[in-house]
């Protein structure tokens, strides 16, 4: 069965470094997203890539995160100056061609910020 | 209010039993329910996705959405030591790209 698949499965980086979160979503499949789940808490939305461009974004996505599709296999979340809080791990998902469809998760990256 | 809530156990039942799963809501724009399964260190993977109100079956699944009371849940029928994994409840707006997710519901078959 296809899946998302996401590297690295791991990522240890020191604080106000950038760090780029990779995934390759299902072949078919043309909406992208990122979510991230810190210890104990909630799955929460970042954002939603559609048609090369970001079609919905919540308050936790700010300047200093940014996705990008850079050619046509892979979708990257990037952020810029890691700050601890950012340690969690983050889910990449993707969904068929249309709005409301069921949304596929990877496995995850779990980030940590020294 | 939290916009969605789901008790986040531990629940712990005997191999064999019939599970319940719920979850509540507060936002009446939601349209679309799923549920995932999340087993230790690894992604939610979908178990069911219902559109609106009413159930659906798939195998030992069953999902009820009752829009009406804004619940939603869950029912593992013949649980096995398998099941045993974090159950998240997950829903969206007509519309809306994002899913909102419960806190997930830890579960635990013994044998």
């Known amino acids: 069965e296809p899946e998302v698949t996401q590297t690295p499965s791991h990522q240890v980086t020191q604080m106000g470094q950038e760090v780029i979160l990779r995934c390759v979503p299902i072949s078919n499949h043309l909406y992208f997203y990122w979510y991230r789940q810190i210890l104990g808490q909630k799955v929460e939305f970042l954002v939603s890539?559609?048609?090369?461009?970001?079609?919905?974004k919540s308050e936790i996505f700010d300047d200093q995160f940014s996705v990008e599709r850079p050619d046509g296999s892979n979708f990257t979340l990037k952020i810029r100056s890691t700050k601890l809080e950012d340690s969690a791990m983050y889910f990449c998902?993707?969904?068929?061609?249309?709005?409301?469809?069921?949304?596929?998760f990877g496995d995850g990256t779990r980030l940590s910020i020294l | 209010q939290k916009e969605v809530e789901q008790d986040p156990g531990p629940l712990s039942v005997p191999e064999g039993a019939i599970v319940s799963l719920n979850c509540t809501y507060s936002n009446s724009a939601f349209q679309y329910f799923m549920w995932y399964r999340q087993y230790s260190r690894k992604g939610p993977e979908l178990l069911m996705y219902t559109y609106s109100s009413g159930n659906k079956e798939d195998g030992r699944f069953t999902a009820q959405v009752d829009k009406s009371s804004k619940y939603i849940s869950l029912f593992i029928r013949d649980s096995q030591p398998s099941d045993s994994a974090t159950y998240l409840c997950?829903?969206?707006?007509?519309?809306?790209?994002?899913?909102?997710f419960g806190q997930g519901t830890r579960l635990t078959i013994n044998p």
């Open positions: 890539f559609y048609n090369n461009e970001i079609s919905e």
């Open positions: 998902a993707s969904s068929e061609a249309s709005g409301n469809q069921p949304q596929h």
């Open positions: 997950a829903m969206s707006a007509q519309g809306a790209q994002k899913l909102v």
